[in-house]
C-alpha cells in the first residue's frame, strides 16, 4: 500500500508570493494532520482534520495560512503571502482514528521542506 | 494544558552499548503513547502503548509504559550506527473530540559511533 504522499518534496519562493502544499493521505484513514517542524520549536501541530471536517486549527500561526481538505483524498496547506520564517519541514500525517476500527497511530508522509529566501 | 517531557534531549554512545531514553507526561484523559524514529526524514511508528506494565519488543528495541507513574521507557540493546536517530515520544489525549490528536516531546537525539 502507497504511504502518505505529499508534494513538491522541496519548495524555495520568494518572500511574498503564494505556497501550496499538498498531501494525499494513506487509502481508508480517516483523520488527517498538518504538522511543521523547525530545529528551533520542534514538531508544531498546526491543523487537523476528521473525516474532511477541520477539528482544530489553532495550531495555525497566523491568518497567513489555511488548510482545506475537499474530500477524503487529498489536503492542501497553503501560505499567502510567504515569509522566510516560514521556512520549515511540513509533514502531513494521517490515521484511522481512535475508536472501533481505529487505532490512532499517524503514518507521516515525506515532508515538505520549504524554503523562503 | 498537555505535556511530554523527554529525557535525555541527547545521548551519545558507542556500538554495543544499551540505552535507555525517558518519556513522562501529564495528560487530563491518556489514551495511549507512541514512540517514533526520526531518521533524516519523516517520523516512523515505532510502538504504541496503552497498559502499564506490559513490554513491547521489536527486535533491539523494547518500550514499557508505567501509567501510575505517568511515564515510559524505550530500550535499545547492542546500539548500531544506524540507530542515530531522534526518538519521539507522543501522548493520544482522549479528552474531548480528540480524534488522535498527539502531543509530541522535544525528542532525544541518539548519536551512535562505531
Known amino acids: 500500500d502507497a504511504g502518505v504522499i505529499q508534494s513538491p518534496r522541496h519548495e524555495v519562493t520568494e518572500m511574498g508570493q503564494e505556497v501550496t502544499l499538498r498531501c494525499k493521505p494513506i487509502?481508508?484513514?480517516?483523520?488527517l494532520f498538518w504538522y511543521r517542524q523547525t530545529m528551533m520549536r520542534g514538531l508544531e501541530l498546526l491543523i487537523y482534520?476528521?473525516?474532511?471536517?477541520?477539528?482544530?486549527d489553532s495550531g495555525m500561526p497566523e491568518d497567513r495560512f489555511s488548510a482545506k481538505m475537499p474530500n477524503a483524498s487529498f489536503s492542501t496547506l497553503k501560505i499567502q503571502p510567504s515569509e522566510p520564517r516560514d521556512s520549515a519541514v511540513y509533514f502531513c500525517?494521517?490515521?484511522?482514528?481512535?475508536?472501533?476500527?481505529?487505532?490512532?497511530?499517524?503514518?507521516f508522509g515525506p515532508g515538505t521542506r520549504l524554503t523562503v529566501l | 494544558e498537555d505535556k511530554v517531557v523527554q529525557s535525555p534531549l541527547s545521548l551519545v554512545v558507542h556500538e554495543g552499548d544499551t540505552v535507555t531514553l525517558n518519556c513522562s507526561y501529564e495528560?487530563?484523559?491518556?489514551?495511549?503513547l507512541l514512540w517514533y524514529k526520526q531518521e533524516k526524514k519523516a517520523p516512523t511508528f515505532l510502538f504504541m502503548l496503552?497498559?502499564?506494565?506490559i513490554e513491547k519488543k521489536s527486535g533491539r528495541l523494547s518500550s514499557i509504559l508505567d501509567k501510575k507513574e505517568l511515564f515510559s521507557i524505550l530500550n535499545i540493546t547492542a546500539t548500531q550506527t544506524g540507530d542515530s536517530a531522534v526518538y519521539l515520544c507522543?501522548?493520544?489525549?482522549?479528552?474531548?473530540?480528540?480524534?488522535?490528536?498527539?502531543?509530541f516531546g522535544q525528542g532525544t537525539i541518539l548519536t551512535v559511533h562505531p
Open positions: 495528560v487530563t484523559n491518556f489514551r495511549s
Open positions: 500525517a494521517s490515521s484511522r482514528a481512535p475508536g472501533l476500527a481505529g487505532d490512532g497511530v499517524q503514518f
Open positions: 496503552t497498559s502499564s506494565g
Open positions: 482534520f476528521n473525516n474532511n471536517v477541520p477539528i482544530d
Open positions: 507522543a501522548v493520544d489525549n482522549a479528552g474531548g473530540t480528540s480524534y488522535g490528536k498527539l502531543t
Open positions: 487509502s481508508g484513514h480517516n483523520s
